[in-house]
């Protein structure tokens, strides 16, 4: 008896005839809506403060490496290809590395600017957070970052 009244319920609804039909020009208008608009994997912020309170927030230091004659290095907004490009390095650029991506391709930076401020890195923080200074962070391809010692 208690499956009865639900099945008799869904017989019901299946028998509506108020069905409006989606215009196929409708269809169309959203297919070259969407091709239109590429996709992008957003932003995603450089954290700080990842190795623990007793660890400056950004505690590894690195230096763009193996660019050609002319090449940069682009700053990108989240750790993917696809993401939107924020600044870029020249090979030499010295830099602050404070996390990577899951894979290991992607390292996440802050990178101060030539007689800048300090980017308020080298400091400890208590919990881990995305980074909000004023020095241009983001994230770079793993392979042009020569991590060091200074």
Do not use: H
Request: aromatic content about 6%; overall charge neutral.
């Amino acid at each position: 008896m208690r499956t009865l009244i639900p099945v008799l319920c869904l017989f019901l609804a299946a028998c509506n005839n108020n069905v409006t039909p989606i215009a196929a020009d409708n269809d169309q208008a959203v297919v070259n809506n969407e091709a239109a608009r590429p996709l992008s994997p957003g932003e995603r912020p450089v954290r700080i403060g990842e190795s623990g309170p007793s660890f400056a927030a950004c505690a590894t230091r690195g230096m763009v490496v193996d660019l050609s004659d002319g090449e940069t290095l682009p700053v990108r907004a989240a750790p993917f290809e696809e993401a939107e490009q924020k600044g870029s390095l020249a090979s030499g650029q010295r830099l602050f590395v404070c996390t990577r991506s899951m894979n290991q391709r992607w390292l996440g930076v802050v990178v101060p600017a030539e007689g800048g401020p300090d980017c308020g890195v080298t400091q400890r923080v208590d919990s881990p957070r995305a980074y909000a200074g004023a020095c241009l962070s983001g994230w770079v391809s793993n392979s042009y970052v020569r991590l060091t010692g200074n």
